[in-house]
């Protein structure tokens, strides 16, 4: 986690000043555009393919489980080259092609190389922290000695894709060679899709969970400007790697609400109590924090004055700690280890429609807070969906429960 969301963040101060505003902003929209294709490419089989193929299987038994979700995530690798080469030539991005191409392509491979669910489900947190670091390290030594002038976002955009690459050649190795599964290549095209549709309502969460910041990055670049596009990403770059601090307490957390709610739902609501108090207390921290030095932190980092009212823009991302900490308890410590896998896709798809609204109504409005709006937008409304599905659902339990 630390490799993932803050290598990242501590780049953006030599990238910041060596790129300058606009060529960062065309590289903040390559990242998100990146970002996305790998979603797709993973799917949502780091639910449903984790599940699957952890316990204590044989080694054939694993490597069919292997070969089953690599073929149908190779077939979605495909997929979204042919889309990216449809797209490419259009004018649906607005920014140089080759960037886009270096960030994205080694980006896709890497992230099918890589295929954490694999690690996940076995249990190898091991290896994903090593392939994770090799990869942002490599990302955080370019931005560092390589990048020097704005002509150089060629070399941070490939560092970026390569990252990606880095992590899954190492992540291959290990599986291929040290843990000798096998690869069967694909004979049955009905079963990939058949696997593929297994995970959709995994994906779907996941995706609208994940994603919603990429595409307001990429619509702020294409309505508003690079610029503006370059700081919504530092912005939430900020925000997201406080809040990721908190997330060793979460994955502690999830196993033990798990358990309780499936056999004693009487100590789940103690538990998510006391959980509660610390992740918004947390929250409450990082809001303070954002809101007191926010500007000035940003201010060190984005050298450019890239707009005004940069102290409003802060306090108004200040919130999505906070918010992200109540969307966690009720949503990742409740509502999935109890079952509602429903509730919790119906709260996240009500979040992404409210923002997309909300973008588009303050888009020619007020061009300048639109992003950060809409993701606060987005991650307000994703928490309020997911306390009060919450609520009524833990109502339910505790009613069977009593009765």
């Given at each position: ?95 140089d092609r080759s960037i886009l191409i270096l960030a994205v392509i080694p980006a896709g491979i890497g992230a099918f ?291």
């Amino acid at each position: 986690m630390a490799a993932n969301l803050l290598f990242p963040l501590a780049a953006i101060p030599f990238l910041t000043r060596c790129l300058g505003a606009d060529a960062f902003g065309e590289l903040a929209i390559a990242q998100a555009t990146a970002v996305i294709f790998c979603q797709v490419v993973d799917y949502g089989f780091s639910l449903s393919g984790a599940r699957e193929i952890a316990g204590n299987k044989v080694l054939s038994e694993i490597s069919l489980v292997y070969s089953k979700y690599q073929n149908a995530r190779l077939l979605l690798l495909i997929a979204c080259a042919l889309i990216f080469s449809l797209l490419l030539p259009t004018r649906i991005f607005s920014i140089d092609r080759s960037i886009l191409i270096l960030a994205v392509i080694p980006a896709g491979i890497g992230a099918f190389l890589q295929s954490n669910w694999f690690f996940q489900g076995r249990g190898l947190y091991g290896w994903l922290a090593l392939a994770n670091l090799m990869g942002k390290s490599l990302y955080l030594a370019v931005s560092i000695w390589v990048v020097k002038e704005p002509q150089d976002i060629g070399w941070a955009a490939a560092a970026f894709g390569g990252s990606y690459l880095v992590s899954g050649v190492i992540s291959w190795v290990a599986t291929l060679m040290l843990f000798k599964v096998t690869w069967s290549r694909p004979t049955d095209f009905s079963e990939m899709i058949v696997t593929i549709r297994r995970g959709t309502k995994s994906f779907i969460s996941l995706a609208l969970l994940s994603i919603h910041m990429q595409l307001v990055i990429l619509l702020t670049g294409h309505f508003v400007d690079s610029k503006s596009a370059g700081l919504l990403s530092v912005l939430d770059k900020m925000a997201r790697g406080l809040s990721s601090l908190s997330v060793p307490i979460a994955n502690t957390a999830f196993p033990v609400m798990s358990d309780l709610l499936s056999r004693d739902i009487e100590r789940a609501k103690v538990t998510r109590s006391q959980l509660s108090k610390v992740m918004v207390s947390y929250g409450l921290v990082c809001l303070v924090g954002i809101a007191v030095f926010g500007a000035w932190a940003v201010g060190m980092l984005f050298k450019v004055n890239v707009a005004t009212g940069l102290d409003n823009i802060t306090k108004i991302v200040s919130l999505l700690p906070i918010f992200i900490a109540i969307g966690v308890v009720n949503g990742g410590l409740t509502l999935v280890p109890a079952g509602f896998d429903s509730e919790y896709l119906a709260s996240i798809a009500f979040a992404e429609t409210m923002a997309l609204i909300v973008f588009f109504a303050t888009v020619f409005w007020i061009p300048k807070y639109s992003g950060v709006i809409t993701i606060v937008v987005a991650e307000g409304c994703m928490a309020v969906a997911f306390y009060l599905f919450a609520r009524s659902r833990m109502g339910i339990l505790f009613g069977i429960e009593r009765v």
